[in-house]
C-alpha cells in the first residue's frame, strides 16, 4: 500500500467515525485474586514481596492493578469456598501460593489462569502434566521440594559432621505431605 492510499484509508475511518479517534477507551485494570492457606498475619511479609513485585513492575495498586486476597485462616476445609468467591468476582488471573490453594484452585475454575508457586510436586500430584508444558489454566513454577530431600539431607550432614538423625516437622494434613513419611 502506497503511503498516499494510507493516509486516504485512515482518513477515511476517521470521518466515518467521528469521536472514534478522539477519544480513548478506558483501560481494563487487571483484577488478580490470590489465596492463602494461613492468617493474613502470618503470610504478610510473604504477601508484601508479591505486591512489592508488582510495584516493581510498574503496577500501581488500585490503580492500575486490583487485588483481592482470601486467608483460610489454616483452615483447608475453607478454601474451596474462598477459591469459589474468587472465581466469581471474575478475576483476570488466580495466584496459588501453596499446594493446597493450587488444588481447590483448578477444581474451581478450568478457563481463568491459575499461577502457582511455593508448589512442592504439582506433576507427581497430577495437578499438571509436566513442570515443562503443564497445560490446562496452570503455570508458575515448583520449588521442587520432592527432588530436593535428598539434598538437603545431605547438606545437613557436611554441616554436621556427627548427625545420626534427622527430624522434619510438618502439617499431616497438607497434601503433599505423604510423600515425606
Given at each position: ?72 485462616e489454616g483452615k483447608v476445609e475453607l478454601l474451596a469456598g474462598l477459591a469459589e468467591e474468587l ?9 496459588a501460593p501453596s499446594t493446597a490453594s493450587l488444588r481447590v484452585l483448578k477444581q474451581a475454575t478450568a478457563t481463568i489462569p491459575i499461577v502457582m508457586a511455593n508448589v512442592s ?61
Amino acid at each position: 500500500m502506497k503511503r498516499r492510499e494510507f493516509i486516504t484509508l485512515i482518513g477515511s475511518t476517521a470521518v466515518g467515525w467521528p469521536g472514534a479517534t478522539c477519544a480513548q477507551q478506558p483501560r481494563k485494570v487487571p483484577h488478580v485474586g490470590i489465596l492463602w492457606i494461613l492468617f493474613a498475619s502470618a503470610v504478610a511479609p510473604l504477601y508484601e514481596a508479591f505486591r512489592q513485585g508488582l510495584r516493581e513492575a510498574g503496577y500501581v495498586e488500585g490503580q492500575t492493578i486490583a487485588i483481592d486476597a482470601r486467608f483460610a485462616e489454616g483452615k483447608v476445609e475453607l478454601l474451596a469456598g474462598l477459591a469459589e468467591e474468587l472465581v466469581r468476582l471474575e478475576v483476570d488471573v488466580l495466584v496459588a501460593p501453596s499446594t493446597a490453594s493450587l488444588r481447590v484452585l483448578k477444581q474451581a475454575t478450568a478457563t481463568i489462569p491459575i499461577v502457582m508457586a511455593n508448589v512442592s510436586d504439582p506433576v507427581g500430584l497430577g495437578l499438571v502434566a509436566s513442570l515443562r508444558r503443564p497445560g490446562g489454566n496452570i503455570t508458575g513454577f515448583s520449588n521442587l521440594t520432592v527432588e530436593q530431600v535428598g539434598k538437603n539431607v545431605e547438606l545437613c550432614k557436611e554441616a554436621i559432621p556427627g548427625l545420626s538423625q534427622l527430624a522434619v516437622l510438618l502439617n499431616p494434613s497438607a497434601p503433599d505431605a505423604a510423600w515425606v513419611c
